[in-house]
């Protein structure tokens, strides 16, 4: 081996171990990292005889190695990788796309993600916020803009198929009604497909719903646009935990008891109310046998909050007071929501049901 040949190998590994020092994510550093690997095969190409095979097999083995050596120091120390494509999807998300790996960057933290099966190692807080009317407009024609980024994507939920499949598409806001369904728009559909650990049960068409997915690829179907969702993940399922009831009165009302919603062997009546609204957020308002049909709340919910309860020992029954309202719980599975007047007076729960649920 000459002078020359020893001297380029000591040039060409200086540059590599100067390199794998340095953890800054930069494309410089690929680019002089395969500058240090090509001197390394420069300087075996001097002495060598049989050129052909080394031409083929020691840059292969060469920048296998290296490629090798820099995924497990990433793996083994969080470190920023030298051979990844960038992408930035916000300032505090960064995802570094590698071979066999990922590697996801959350307010200067850093997570492997190894064979590309995960994407929720980031707080939903460093993504961009986007609406899905306000992304509708402009994506299909700046689609570059938007492809292989992370979003958070506010929206309704247009279709559901099976647990893993959703789909989602702009929709007119000015046609809401108070139960959140609205008119959704054919023209672009957002497709994801969650993976098999990913909880979408609770999910229902028209749901107001938060989801992180990557902007992936598109493609036009009969004149409308199919836009895929890849990584997609819920940050948080909604729990509906926290609501408030709002009743409207009947005001001439004296007494009634009128049938309103049967489910799972429960008869629930009003008393004395027109309406009763369940307020989740201020877009999101519900008609109580909507909510209680889409199981977003059960009884055991409806019987949570109250200010007083009473029992009454001849008909086994509870009564539940409220701010504005009173819950009447009989033994035999009927409920009856009525105003503040609702009492143990009323003998609802001891007077058999008649066929016009009404007394």
Not at 220 to 236: L, W
Request: aromatic share 14%; proline share 1%; hydrophobic share 35%.
């Amino acid at each position: 081996m000459n002078n020359s040949s020893k001297i380029l190998k000591l040039i060409g590994f200086t540059i590599l171990i100067l390199v794998f020092f340095n953890n800054v994510f930069s494309y410089s550093r690929l680019l002089v990292s395969l500058l240090g690997v090509i001197i390394i095969f420069v300087s075996f190409f001097i002495n060598e005889k049989r050129k052909i095979k080394s031409c083929i097999l020691i840059p292969l083995v060469t920048l296998t190695l290296v490629i090798f050596l820099d995924a497990i120091l990433v793996c083994s120390f969080n470190r920023n990788p030298i051979f990844a494509y960038e992408i930035k999807s916000s300032d505090n998300f960064i995802t570094y796309n590698a071979i066999g790996y990922r590697v996801f960057k959350c307010n200067k933290n850093i997570y492997v993600d190894l064979l590309y099966r995960k994407s929720n190692y980031c707080s939903k807080n460093t993504l961009e916020e986007k609406d899905i009317n306000i992304i509708s407009s402009d994506i299909i024609n700046s689609f570059n803009k938007y492809k292989n980024k992370f979003y958070l994507i506010k929206a309704k939920v247009s279709y559901k198929e099976g647990n893993n499949i959703i789909e989602l598409k702009s929709y007119n806001s000015e046609t809401s009604d108070i139960n959140g369904n609205v008119t959704f728009n054919d023209n672009i559909v957002y497709k994801l497909k969650f993976n098999m650990f990913e909880n979408i049960d609770n999910l229902k068409v028209y749901d107001n719903v938060e989801i992180v997915g990557r902007v992936s690829s598109y493609k036009k179907e009969d004149g409308n646009y199919i836009v895929y969702i890849k990584d997609a993940y819920i940050p948080k399922s909604k729990t509906y935990d926290e609501y408030k009831i709002n009743v409207v009165e009947n005001k001439k009302c004296e007494k009634d008891k009128t049938e309103y919603v049967v489910l799972n062997d429960i008869k629930y009546y009003t008393s004395c109310l027109s309406k009763i609204y369940i307020v989740f957020s201020e877009n999101e308002v519900y008609e109580l046998s909507y909510v209680l049909k889409d199981e977003k709340i059960t009884l055991d919910n409806l019987l949570q909050g109250y200010k007083e309860t009473l029992n009454d020992s001849n008909t086994n029954a509870n009564l539940y007071k409220f701010e504005t309202y009173n819950i009447l719980e009989c033994d035999d599975n009927n409920i009856i929501i009525g105003n503040t007047k609702l009492d143990f007076d009323n003998n609802y729960c001891s007077v058999k049901d008649i066929d016009n649920n009404e007394l």
